[in-house]
């Protein structure tokens, strides 16, 4: 007997579906439909800013770059003058905002790292305080602690000519906190080389210890010996140049203190007000990682008879920081952004100079597109830094 | 569904863009509001701030009135804006404000490029620099290595700027952006010296805590014409404007001032006849009513009265017209004949 | 047994430097001699620092006199904020209308309070904040019931930060939860436009956006379209708001099981009947205490519009501080308002733990 047909034939399967019922080609509808609406609104604004330029007669593209900047720059860590381009002033606002991101990272996250570990202390009287500061600081609008910071430095402080003095060397004026610094030398440079090469030995160093240390089992004190090497030999290094001690020293001539090295109220009142909102964020983040890694892993590092130095740095900082470093980046990220309120007190970091050339040249769209590019790039390196981190660190699941 | 959500997002988006006020020309939108949006200082004594009870005061707000008067016949028909030197050209521009009387300097590339017109000048400025008295400078060519506060973004940076480049000296810029911020930072000591226009810097030091402490170094390093200004297109408009600001010069180079104008309208001069309106043309020819030049100076006032009302000698900023005189008397301020 | 048994058989008390005030004081302040040493440390250092700020501030201050009494003191002088209180607090307002952003302020702050309990979360309450909201922008705006208008170039002070910060959430949110669902959506036209506009906002400072919104907003619009400077700085803060929200609710729809998805398969509920009934109100339930911490954030980031010169509480203090009369007294002014701002933060960030809390036991 021939077996049944029961094979379904084509026809009966396709007429089914209605095009509107068909979740496949709805889908495609419906991001036609999206493409056509974003595409279109788009169109529509940019016509009418096209129209509109033409009809105010403001010059489009970025020719301005290459024009004369006539403004001066109260601080920038490259020679720069009215007479340079806006192109370099530019440069120079990017500079300073990388100067203050640079060093309220690394403040920060000491402060921060020092604070969130206070804050879990058995000591009542230093967790409270902790818990107190974070408490305060992250309750105040960041911009309230700038103008804060920035009325206590210019009002509190005297004038230049009646600057305090604690130390030879050192004036505290409400322009600014003037220190000493060392004369530069061709020393200098000798010592950060040798600096720079402790390092990078010192890792090298970390790594033929490690390995000696899985072969042997004997443990090796590099980093000790690093750290020594890092302090004496650039000393060393000092000292057979001939130990220069000449130093810099500012003095007052005429309006203001010249020489030294000065930290203006703008940049000082930027710098402390970022690090302390922005260490009262990491602290909590710290405390969390902490407090993320179960007690059972101390007490089996303490079975296995590890001293509490060697507890924190095998044990809890690689599981903590697994949990620290994704939110810490962003905290990062947060600082560099929140950099940009430098404009409303006076310090010239990029989105001020921007602004400014905004102001001269009429160009507004071309100036915030470059504010937002510039930050695009800060926050996308750091994603993929973090994205890159985040899979190195990955605990590998069954 | 999820398209309506969509179509309603968008539709919902684009009615919370905004105020629908499509205009035509300036005037015809300004009589059809029936007020006229004038944009203002806010912070500078004496050309356009308010009073503590919140009423305007200053020379470029009666210069705003007296538009009102002009087109409306009620120096009340005015709305002032407050604009800080970053917001006042776009806000004229987009439409925000129908004129800007905010002791902005005409300039060539103001005039280009940025689509604006500015009218007759109605104060004759130079930047000037302000700076305390127990510092012992006396002249510009001292302040070698200076800090000094300045606007960013304005005329005034730059001029600073060309000045000590050709002076070969140094400084260094406090740059805040707020005119009262700037003033209070000045005065707090952290810079040596305030830049600005003269006449600002006079009102600056007029409301400061100890006004006799500080001097204006005499070297005046810039010209600064300040006028009110009106977009490109509506040539009608930029008449009136113009010509409001005339009337009050005219009206004090004829000796007409708001206490005789009335005896004024019984005059034989054939000159002031056309001026208020008694022969009539001018109005006509403007647009407005023929007495709007009579209403000026009646409400307002003729150019002298308005400036010692609001800059001049007996108020609290104390200056001489200077360049501001009647050409008659070795000023600038001369009026085209109003035939 | 006898009486001195069961006297040797009392209870032995704990030694007594192990109990009372002794007894804490031993374990908390000074178990070891490190923490003992830190201890006598910090004593010194609040010893040091204390004393005077108490003095500055209440000893030697005046708290309600006149700016001239000021200057011959050493203290605080606390006078600069009852004396400019109505313009702090309200600013150009005008005079015999603030009965108007007071209410709206009484009404906003009384449904926040309202909100609170977990009990009261049902659809009526989305209702009541919405009528809320549209009430308090009539009571601002006027016009209506003999209400004379009040152009919003005179909003300004604390009313407006909260205006900014209430509107700007509540327009958000939706758009948020839009953007989150077109980012795990599969299809990659929308998928990419939300990925790119997320990515985009995100990795840029509000100052740039309040920037754009101020600056290029009347070139994005045709010839004699105006838009109000509140309402631009407005649209800035919700497009802000909205990509950290789409982020939030991102976190919360992938927390939410698959098991969950595949039972409305199974019911035979379409996408838009599957988020709305079963996966939308999982996954924001989960979410609300990282929203109320976006809420913080936005009421914190309202103090930005200074920089566009919009008159929000913290430009109002800056206004009466730029009086002659009254510089040199920021930082008294300054506190006052950090106090303000504390206050409100600190409500929000401790309500927002305690239903962490209160949430996750729940589950």
């Given at each position: 007997?021939?077996?049944?047909?029961?094979?379904?034939?084509?026809?009966?399967?396709?007429?089914?579906?209605?095009?509107?019922?068909?979740?496949?080609?709805?889908?495609?509808?419906?991001?036609?439909?999206?493409?056509?609406?974003?595409?279109?609104?788009?169109?529509?604004?940019?016509?009418?800013?096209?129209?509109n330029l033409a009809r105010q007669s403001i010059a489009t593209g970025f020719g301005f770059l290459g024009k004369e900047a006539s403004f001066e720059i109260g601080e920038s860590l490259i020679r720069y003058s009215a007479a340079d381009s806006y192109a370099r002033a530019l440069w120079v606002g990017v500079l300073n905002t990388l100067q203050v991101a640079f060093i309220g990272i690394i403040l920060t996250t000491i402060l921060g790292s020092f604070i969130g570990i206070a804050r879990l202390s058995s000591n009542w009287l230093l967790s409270k305080v902790a818990a107190g500061f974070i408490e305060v600081m992250q309750n105040i609008p960041i911009l309230l602690q700038l103008f804060f910071w920035y009325a206590i430095f210019y009002e509190s402080f005297p004038a230049p000519r009646q600057a305090l003095n604690p130390i030879e060397g050192v004036f505290f004026c409400n322009r600014g906190f003037i220190f000493a610094i060392p004369e530069a030398h061709s020393a200098h440079t000798a010592m950060g080389w040798m600096f720079l090469a402790v390092l990078v030995g010192g890792w090298f160093l970390n790594r033929w210890g490690y390995q000696r240390q899985e072969l042997t089992g004997k443990a090796f004190p590099a980093a000790r010996i690093t750290i020594a090497a890092a302090l004496f030999l650039p000393i060393l290094i000092w000292a057979l140049y001939g130990a220069p001690t000449a130093m810099n020293m500012p003095e007052l001539r005429g309006f203001n203190f010249q020489g030294g090295l000065t930290f203006s109220p703008e940049f000082s009142a930027l710098l402390l007000g970022l690090v302390l909102y922005t260490s009262a964020f990491v602290a909590e983040i710290v405390r969390a990682g902490i407090q993320s890694i179960s007690q059972g892993q101390i007490e089996a590092a303490k079975a296995i008879a590890l001293r509490p130095g060697q507890v924190l740095h095998l044990v809890i900082f690689p599981q903590a920081l697994r949990v620290i470093i994704p939110p810490l980046t962003s905290q990062m990220l947060n600082l560099t952004k929140n950099s940009s309120l430098a404009v409303a007190i006076g310090y010239a970091d990029f989105v001020a100079v921007a602004n400014t050339t905004i102001n001269q040249t009429g160009q507004a769209i071309e100036g915030v597109a470059m504010i937002m590019v510039v930050y695009l790039f800060f926050s996308l390196s750091t994603s993929i830094f973090m994205n890159w981190y985040n899979k190195h660190m990955a605990l590998v699941e069954r | 569904m999820k398209l309506t959500k969509i179509l309603v997002l968008v539709l919902g988006l684009c009615l919370t863009l905004g105020t629908f006020a499509y205009a035509g020309k300036d005037l015809d939108t300004v009589r059809a509001k029936g007020y006229i949006q004038a944009g203002v200082n806010g912070s500078v004594f004496g050309f356009g701030m308010p009073d503590a009870k919140g009423n305007w005061a200053g020379l470029d707000v009666d210069t705003a009135r007296a538009i009102a008067v002009a087109i409306f016949g009620d120096a009340s028909k005015v709305k002032f804006t407050p604009l800080s030197a970053q917001q006042r050209f776009t806000a004229l521009q987009s439409g925000e404000i129908d004129v800007l009387t905010r002791n902005a300097t005409q300039t060539l590339s103001r005039e280009t490029q940025l689509g604006l017109n500015f009218v007759s000048v109605n104060y004759y400025d130079g930047q000037g620099f302000l700076i305390s008295k127990k510092l012992g400078v006396k002249s510009a060519k001292e302040l070698d290595g200076a800090t000094i506060c300045v606007l960013p973004g304005t005329t005034t940076e730059q001029n600073a700027a060309d000045y000590f480049r050709t002076n070969n000296m140094s400084w260094k810029p406090v740059v805040i952006e707020s005119t009262a911020e700037l003033a209070k930072t000045f005065f707090a000591g952290r810079c040596d010296v305030l830049t600005s226009d003269a006449s600002q810097l006079a009102a600056t030091r007029a409301i400061a805590a100890d006004p006799k402490g500080y001097i204006i170094l005499p070297e005046i390093i810039s010209k600064e014409p300040l006028a009110p200004a009106v977009r490109h297109g509506d040539d009608q408009f930029r008449d009136i404007v113009d010509f409001t600001v005339l009337a009050m010069i005219n009206a004090e180079e004829l000796g007409i001032t708001s206490k005789n104008v009335d005896k004024m309208l019984k005059s034989k001069s054939p000159v002031i006849q056309r001026f208020l309106g008694v022969s009539p043309g001018n109005g006509k020819s403007l647009g407005l009513d023929e007495k709007w030049a009579y209403n000026i100076i009646k409400q307002i006032g003729n150019y002298g009265e308005v400036f010692e009302r609001n800059v001049g000698v007996n108020t609290s900023l104390g200056l001489e017209r200077g360049l501001n005189a009647l050409w008659t008397n070795g000023g600038l301020m001369y009026s085209p004949p109003f035939k | 047994m006898t009486e001195a048994t069961t006297a040797k058989r009392a209870q032995l008390q704990p030694p007594s430097s192990n109990v009372g005030v002794v007894g804490w004081l031993k374990t908390n302040l000074f178990s070891t001699w490190y923490n003992s040493l830190l201890?006598?440390?910090?004593?010194?250092?609040?010893?040091?620092?204390?004393?005077?700020?108490?003095?500055?501030?209440?000893?030697?201050?005046?708290?309600?006199?006149?700016?001239?009494?000021?200057?011959?003191?050493?203290?605080?002088?606390?006078s600069v904020v009852p004396h400019n209180f109505r313009f702090i607090i309200l600013g150009f307002f005008p005079e015999g209308q603030e009965w108007r952003p007071i209410l709206a302020m009484v009404l906003l702050l009384g449904l926040v309070i309202y909100s609170k309990e977990r009990s009261r979360w049902k659809k009526s309450l989305a209702w009541l904040w919405l009528i809320n909201l549209i009430v308090m922008g009539t009571l601002m705006s006027g016009g209506v019931l003999g209400m004379p208008v009040v152009e919003t170039s005179q909003w300004s002070g604390l009313p407006l930060t909260l205006i900014l910060s209430f509107f700007g959430m509540v327009v958000a949110y939706p758009m948020g939860i839009f953007l989150a669902l077109g980012r795990r959506s599969k299809m990659p036209a929308i998928k990419t436009l939300c990925v790119v506009y997320i990515e985009m906002i995100r990795g840029v400072p509000l100052i740039s956006l309040l920037f754009m919104s101020s600056i290029m907003f009347p070139l994005f619009l045709p010839e004699g379209v105006t838009i109000d400077k509140v309402l631009r700085a407005l649209v800035?803060?919700?497009?802000?708001?909205?990509?950290?929200?789409?982020?939030?609710?991102?976190?919360?729809?992938?927390?939410?099981?698959?098991?969950?998805?595949?039972?409305?398969?199974?019911?035979?509920?379409?996408?838009?009947?599957?988020?709305?009934?079963?996966?939308?109100?999982?996954?924001?339930?989960?979410v609300i205490p990282p929203s109320v911490g976006i809420l913080l954030s936005v009421f914190k980031d309202t103090s930005l519009v200074v920089i566009i010169a919009l008159f929000d509480v913290l430009k109002t203090t800056m206004v009466t501080l730029s009086n002659p009369d009254w510089a040199g007294y920021s930082k008294e002014a300054y506190i006052f308002l950090a106090l303000l701002y504390f206050v409100f933060c600190y409500a929000m960030s401790s309500y927002s733990r305690r239903l962490e809390k209160e949430l996750h036991t729940g589950h």
């Open positions: 007997m021939k077996p049944q047909d029961t094979s379904i034939s084509a026809d009966t399967i396709e007429a089914a579906i209605p095009f509107w019922r068909d979740a496949g080609k709805r889908a495609i509808g419906v991001q036609i439909i999206a493409l056509f609406l974003v595409s279109g609104v788009s169109y529509y604004l940019f016509s009418n800013t096209q129209a | - | 201890t006598f440390i910090l004593l010194g250092m609040l010893a040091l620092t204390l004393p005077p700020v108490f003095q500055w501030a209440f000893i030697d201050s005046l708290w309600n006199s006149s700016a001239e009494a000021c200057r011959n003191i050493e203290g605080a002088c606390w800035a803060i919700i497009l802000f708001t909205a990509a950290y929200i789409a982020e939030v609710v991102r976190g919360g729809l992938q927390a939410m099981p698959r098991g969950q998805y595949e039972a409305a398969d199974s019911l035979g509920l379409n996408y838009y009947q599957t988020m709305r009934l079963i996966i939308l109100p999982q996954a924001l339930k989960i």
